[in-house]
């Protein structure tokens, strides 16, 4: 019977399929750079923004505290304001492409600005330093948490806090993932049209 499949493995059939070849003109490539480059460029102003707004609302709290420990702990997290807005401006800004830009140099700008969101994402607990972020919490945390021990029953009230930052970094991992898995494909396919 002509319509019945050949008793062939059917992923080796499909594996030997022919593919298309990915093309594109220069001006999509051009759109896609200048794209992502605008994309990065909103990026990097919203982390700063968000960098300079924690930074006054912890140097506030440092200068309001009065325990000393909790000050510490402020200050640190001042420094890590100001090591997150250098290493957002740093990673995520972008480039300039100029106008007049060719196929070859628009595809290898968009591909390696995509690498560097991809590196910077493997990286980012170094890179963003989370883990000074959290220590600094940790430290600005610890006097409430001493005196909480004290009275078990005022363990509680940092319930929501320790929810919240559970439901964070699993959200964060995930989101990391996902975006890390994106990048990647993006970078494969710009690859093959190379």
Known sequence: MPNEFPIEDPRKI???QPTEKFKMSTEEIRNLAQEHRTKARLRA???IAIGVVLGALFARSLVTSNELVSRIGFGLLCAYCIYFIYQAYRWTWPPHLGPDATASASLHYYRSELERSRDYGQHIWRRAGLTFLFLSMAVVLAPGLIGALKAPRLLW???????LLIIWLVLFLRGRKRQRAKLQQKIDELRGLE
């Open 157 to 163: 009230n940092f319930a929501p806090v320790v929810v």
């Open 45 to 47: 102003v919203f982390s």
């Open 14 to 16: 499909w594996q030997q």
